[in-house]
């Protein structure tokens, strides 16, 4: 088989009227009725029959029709249309005079003659099935099998110069479907046996029938069921326009299904591919049922449904799950879900399968855009977090904060967050969210390093940083996070500074006794004035003054005695805390003390001189940890 090109259609072109694409059908049907004569002997009523169905197709979208053929004891025959005369005579003012007078030599008829003949031949190799014809330019050409039962009666050739939307094709699909059950009638009455049950086009979902009969006739002779037909297409017909309104209305999945459950009668449903219920409309949706939508479901279920699912996907069309009929949606093999229909008391009918079969195609642009947008939106949030607090943001951030639902105009504080036991940080990113959204909050979420950066529009927020570790810790179920959350921003410009102050609360807090809970710059006392140029300078000169010795001990023999006496002047100078909090010993403890007395030649016992170590080390703390 040929590949199948890739879709080209044109998204804003529009659906034909389905007036005209009921008229069409109707005309079709009537030829199938009361066209029993071909009156010259010539296979008149055979071509009235497959070039009615050529003006059907081409009624439908952007087809063009481009040969008829007719199938007998397997040869491929030409059928021109009906109107036209074997010796085509230019007559003065005709076409074909001008065609003459334009090309006197006749060269642009012998090209044309050539590629005839290509295409009976290639015709003529087709194995009775719908065939994708490649032509040089791009053209889309498709060789249309029309069948019935077991046999290929004919083709119509149509060529467009896009690939069709799936609605067009699918109505082309159908009108196959109804010209084979002609072309069966007729070749009937020769005494030929009338064969071929129903296919696909390339590329397209099932046809309606699973029996291969359309008008749901209990596989006797074509004609019988014929009189319901006009009621039948029309049905299908005004599914088919009800599921592509609803699809472009605005209403999403929701409407889809709603309009599914108005023609059918029955509820319907929407599942993820996990078997998780996404939409129900109808009746009946609290009733319990094994998995996902009603419970917890067992292993052996869950491997029966993704068994069920794999085989409706390599057999197209509905299949049923106990009470339900379901279609897999599906966008370009990528599986989205499914969409089921409930009946317990097996009442639907082949107008019910169809319409079920047509919801699956529309919702599948639906499904597959949402996953699009899921996985495209936190990338785009997380872009804008990083330019703004990166100040690299422009006056363009507004615009794109309010496509991301932000308004970005409003008072914000940044707030950087680090919580231990999570896997990813995308898992902490979604429980910010989740946690904001539950508050009322709104909230921009990103990352940065290791960390997940929120920034809270804040005008009305007493203690954003408490409220938020509670509400994460409840989505996580655990406390262990830290928080830290910078100044007021009246404007996005000063979003890197409030970045820079959440960074140094967090080092306090991650670096205290109490390493988990929310810390604000506005509560670090003298670490407030550490900012960059002469005041981290003066900072740093501070450090080198009180705990130098020390640093350089550390660096050389490999100890801890800065980090010891941090949280010795943290506790109050509590020994059974110090060791508590670094996991030592008491007399540890205070050996370490007595190095440390030793090696600066300070007295830990003067109020002065606790105070500037003390000092001392909350400013290590946070420039070493910005470091």
């Known amino acids: ?370 996953r699009r947008l899921a996985e495209l939106e936190p990338r785009l949030r997380c872009d804008l977090v990083d330019r703004l607090i990166s100040g690299e943001a422009t006056g363009d951030a507004f615009t794109q904060a309010a496509a991301l639902g932000h308004d970005l105009r409003r008072q914000h504080k940044v707030a950087v967050l680090q919580w231990s036991g999570t896997a990813e940080r995308a898992a902490l990113g979604d429980a910010v969210a989740r946690s904001a959204r539950r508050l009322g909050w709104d909230v921009l979420v990103g990352s940065r390093g290791g960390t997940t950066v929120a920034l809270v529009a804040d005008e009305d927020l007493g203690d954003p940083g408490g409220e938020l570790h509670r509400a994460v810790s409840d989505e996580l179920g655990t406390g262990t996070g830290a928080i830290g959350v910078g100044g007021h921003c009246d404007v996005f410009t000063d979003l890197p500074h409030s970045y820079d102050e959440a960074v140094r609360a967090l080092t306090v807090r991650r670096r205290s006794q109490a390493p988990y809970g929310s810390t604000g710059f506005q509560e670090l006392g003298l670490c407030r004035m550490m900012g960059t140029g002469g005041g981290e300078r003066e900072a740093t000169r501070f450090v080198r003054e009180w705990l130098g010795r020390l640093l350089h001990y550390d660096a050389n023999h490999h100890t801890e005695l800065v980090m010891t006496l941090s949280r010795y002047l943290e506790s109050g100078g509590s020994y059974d805390a110090t060791s508590e909090t670094l996991l030592i010993h008491r007399s540890t403890v205070r050996y370490r003390l007595q190095r440390i007395r030793e090696i600066t030649g300070h007295d830990l016992s003067d109020v002065e001189t606790r105070l500037n170590l003390h000092v001392a080390t909350r400013i290590r703390n946070v420039l070493h940890a910005s470091r």
């Not at 295409?119 to 069948?147: F, N, T, Y």
């Open 1 to 370: 088989m040929d590949a199948v090109p890739p879709t080209t259609a044109d998204p804003a072109r529009a659906l034909p009227e389905p007036r005209v694409m009921r008229h069409a059908l109707l005309r079709l049907v009537s030829v199938m009725l009361d066209g029993d004569g071909d009156g010259d002997g010539d296979g008149y009523g055979e071509r009235e029959v497959l070039w009615r169905a050529m003006a059907a197709i081409t009624a439908t979208g952007p087809f063009t029709a481009e040969a008829a053929y007719a199938v007998h004891h397997g040869l491929a025959r030409r059928c021109p249309p009906h109107r036209m005369t074997a010796p085509a005579v230019a007559q003065p003012g005709s076409a074909a005079a001008r065609e003459t007078a334009v090309d006197p030599t006749g060269e642009a008829a012998a090209a044309e003659a050539v590629a005839a003949d290509r295409l009976d031949r290639r015709i003529g190799a087709l194995d009775g099935h719908s065939r994708h014809l490649h032509e040089p330019g791009g053209l889309w050409v498709l060789a249309i099998a029309l069948r019935y039962r077991d046999h290929c009666l004919g083709y119509l050739v149509v060529r467009s110069p896009a690939m069709p939307s799936v609605e067009e094709t699918a109505l082309a699909d159908l009108l196959a479907q109804q010209t084979g059950i002609a072309l069966a009638r007729l070749t009937g009455r020769r005494g030929e046996p009338a064969r071929a049950g129903p296919e696909r086009l390339p590329g397209i979902g099932k046809v309606p029938s699973e029996t291969g009969n359309p008008l749901g006739t209990d596989g006797g002779s074509p004609t019988v069921g014929l009189g319901t037909a006009d009621s039948t297409l029309a049905s299908r017909l005004a599914v088919h326009e009800a599921l592509s309104r609803a699809a472009v209305s605005g209403r999403g999945e929701a409407g889809i299904l709603r309009t599914l459950h108005g023609h059918t009668g029955f509820a319907a449903l929407t599942e993820d591919r996990f078997g998780n219920l996404r939409a129900w409309t109808g009746p009946g949706r609290g009733e319990p049922r094994p998995g996902p939508t009603g419970g917890p479901r067992p292993g052996p279920e869950s491997r029966r449904r993704d068994a069920l699912v794999h085989g409706a996907r390599r057999r197209p069309g509905a299949v049923r799950d106990r009470d339900r009929l379901v279609v897999p949606i599906e966008m370009a093999g990528d599986l989205l879900g499914v969409v089921a229909l409930v009946d317990p008391d097996r009442r639907a009918t082949e107008t019910d399968t169809s319409a079920l079969e047509q919801a699956a195609l529309v919702l599948a642009p639906q499904l597959s855009h949402e």
